[in-house]
């Protein structure tokens, strides 16, 4: 079992930036692909960014290239998704998530809101 929490989210203006933080309770933590997804009201649950466990290995969804950036510590299990730029339409629920072969595990989300 696998817990995550989330931390960081919060309101902001269009343009600033802002870092989100997920910490995990699992030894095994370096062996876990780590990404974060995001559901905006009245919308599905999509995928943002991506970080495979060695760490280098990064994939954004189009909507957010050049802006948000993904990176992990495996030393502190914890990955953090670092946000630029930010726009109104990135308004949602931030859910980390912990992926290892058929298991997925997800945290309790954060909020951020984006005023224009």
């Known amino acids: 079992q696998v817990q995550l929490v989330e931390s960081g989210g919060g309101l902001v203006q269009a343009g600033d930036s802002l870092r989100l933080s997920c910490a995990a309770s699992?030894?095994?933590?370096?062996?876990?692909?780590m990404a974060w997804y995001r559901q905006a009201p009245g919308k599905e649950r999509e995928f943002v960014a991506r970080?495979?466990?060695?760490?280098?290995?990064?994939y954004n969804a189009d909507s957010v290239k050049g802006r948000f950036t993904i990176s992990r510590d495996n030393a502190k299990n914890t990955v953090t998704l670092h946000m630029n730029s930010l726009k109104p339409e990135d308004t949602a629920i931030y859910y980390c998530?912990?992926?290892?072969?058929?298991?997925?595990?997800w945290g309790q989300g954060t909020q951020v809101t984006v005023s224009s």
């Open positions: 998530n912990a992926h290892f072969y058929n298991d997925d595990f």
């Open positions: 699992v030894v095994t933590f370096r062996a876990y692909d």
């Open positions: 970080i495979r466990p060695n760490g280098f290995s990064t």
